[in-house]
């Protein structure tokens, strides 16, 4: 499924906007944290950069690669499985950061701490027959 040219304006919008602000203005969604999410793209090599809702488990930020229940993961999920090392936004704070899916027990711990923060997941998680990835980052070692 792609992006509709509409929607990709305000995604860029968006990550425009809470740049400027440092995330004054688009670091919430209602009571949902948004982060600016900077990956390589894995066929450019060039820095892509998406606005994503976290939930904060611990010291761990966690991202649902839901792409709104699409059949098929979102472009940023597939390039930071080429590219784990990637960029988040928190305000106005940078991190460098290493991004890598959660699997088995800690994949239902963090996937029922994120439909508890955003109960849509479970409905995107309805519509599509792929197992919605749940993605970990984590400091840099």
Known sequence: MAISRPALLVIRLHALVFRWTGGRVGGRLGHLEQVLF???GRT??????????????????VLIASAGG??????????????????VQRGSEKRPMRARTAEGAERA???DAAVANNPGYAGYQEKTSRQIPVVVCEPRP
């Not at 450019?44 to 930020?61: F, I, M, N, Q, S």
């Not at 699409?70 to 960029?87: E, F, I, Q, S, T």
């Open 38 to 40: 900077t990956t390589t």
């Open 70 to 87: 699409a059949d098929k993961d979102p472009g940023w999920y597939r390039n930071l499985v080429a590219h784990p090392d990637v960029v």
């Open 44 to 61: 450019t090599g060039e820095p892509r950069t998406t606005p994503l809702a976290v939930t904060v488990v611990g010291d761990k930020l």
């Open 109 to 111: 711990e963090l996937w």
